[in-house]
């Protein structure tokens, strides 16, 4: 059993930066493969990031890439969403999620979710 805190979110810019992180409770943090996901008002959840359990490989949502950079630290069983040059269409709650296995996750089949950290992007 994971469970995972979400942190981080706000109210910012557009063309502004946050970072996100999720802290993980257990002792088997490195088992797990994590990403993070978001869902904006009315509109089905997403994958925005993933990363594998050593932080050697990761995906990123078309989305996203060049703007937004996912890391982990398994000393601090915690996984950070680094999010730049953030956009009004970025504004939605993202959610930390863990699954158990290597391999970063490309779509949301978790095991594990966090309840989630509210990003508002204003124009």
Request: one cysteine or more; aromatic letters at 12%; hydrophobic letters at 35%.
């Amino acid at each position: 059993q994971v469970q995972l805190v979400e942190s981080g979110g706000g109210l910012v810019q557009a063309g502004g930066s946050l970072r996100l992180s999720c802290l993980a409770s257990g002792r088997t943090f490195s088992s797990y493969a994590m990403g993070w996901f978001r869902q904006a008002p009315g509109k089905e959840r997403e994958i925005v990031a993933g990363i594998s359990w050593a932080g050697y490989s990761t995906y990123y949502a078309d989305s996203v890439k060049g703007r937004f950079t996912i890391s982990r630290d398994n000393a601090k069983n915690t996984v950070y969403l680094q999010m730049s040059s953030l956009k009004p269409e970025d504004t939605a709650a993202y959610y930390c999620a863990a699954k158990v296995g290597r391999y970063a996750p490309t779509d949301d089949g978790m095991d594990y979710w966090g309840k989630g950290t509210l990003v508002t992007v204003s124009s």
